[in-house]
């Protein structure tokens, strides 16, 4: 079936006037999502001027990372570089650090320390 030429026209005018209602439309979606994002945004030039936030951040545990705590286990000088660690152990009785020592320093199993305190596996 052949198309008339004021057809073919009526046609290119319908879409041209869809595609322009398409980009209006997409402009003006743009415009709302970057006025939602400008009102919850915050430039980083109102942070430094209103209050003082560092960009960066230092960790403690790297402070002095070469600073040795000795505790002594089992007649052992043990060096260790965890401050708090070397506090909890010697906080804790003799013979629950003679039994971490063994275990974490002297590769004894828990059979083994068992066999050393005469005491089951499990509660050693």
């Known amino acids: 079936m052949p198309y008339t030429e004021a057809y073919k026209e009526h046609i290119m005018y319908t879409f041209n006037g869809f595609c322009k209602t398409v980009i209006r439309f997409a402009a003006i979606n743009a415009w709302r999502d970057r006025s939602r994002r400008r009102q919850k945004e915050i430039s980083l030039e109102?942070?430094?001027e209103e209050k003082f936030y560092p960009?960066?951040?230092?960790?403690?545990?790297?402070?002095?990372?070469?600073?040795?705590?000795?505790?002594?286990?089992?007649?052992?000088?043990?060096?260790?570089?965890?401050?708090?660690?070397?506090?909890?152990?010697?906080?804790?009785?003799?013979?629950?650090?003679?039994?971490?020592?063994?275990?974490?320093?002297?590769?004894?199993?828990?059979?083994?320390?068992?066999?050393?305190?005469?005491?089951?596996?499990?509660?050693?």
């Open 46 to 48: 109102y942070l430094t």
């Open 55 to 124: 960009f960066s951040t230092t960790d403690k545990y790297f402070l002095d990372p070469c600073k040795q705590y000795p505790v002594t286990i089992c007649g052992q000088r043990v060096i260790l570089t965890n401050g708090e660690l070397a506090e909890a152990l010697s906080s804790l009785p003799e013979k629950k650090r003679e039994i971490i020592y063994l275990y974490f320093f002297g590769h004894y199993t828990q059979q083994e320390i068992g066999e050393l305190y005469g005491r089951c596996r499990s509660t050693a």
